[in-house]
């Protein structure tokens, strides 16, 4: 995930925490929260053949990871 963001290969500085949500459909949360003003760092994008993911940070600049897990196809 470092060469995704890039800025998580750098040096901490103090405390940092990832957030892992699941979400139903990612492309839509994404819109919604962009409309209430969150900055989406990275995605959605396809993270494996089972998994999207989109990545922003809340205000504190924790990672927040929005996970829409994929049906798979037989």
């Given at each position: 995930m470092?060469?995704?963001l890039g800025e998580l290969g750098d040096e901490a500085a103090g405390h940092r925490s990832l957030v892992v949500l699941r979400v139903d459909a990612l492309n839509a949360y994404c819109?919604?929260?962009t409309l209430r003003g969150a900055r989406i760092l990275h995605g959605?994008?396809?993270?494996t053949d089972r998994m999207r993911v989109a990545h922003l940070k809340d205000p504190e600049g924790n990672l927040v990871e929005l996970q829409?897990?994929?049906?798979l196809r037989t």
């Amino acid at each position: 995930m470092a060469g995704v963001l890039g800025e998580l290969g750098d040096e901490a500085a103090g405390h940092r925490s990832l957030v892992v949500l699941r979400v139903d459909a990612l492309n839509a949360y994404c819109e919604e929260i962009t409309l209430r003003g969150a900055r989406i760092l990275h995605g959605p994008a396809p993270m494996t053949d089972r998994m999207r993911v989109a990545h922003l940070k809340d205000p504190e600049g924790n990672l927040v990871e929005l996970q829409e897990w994929l049906l798979l196809r037989t």
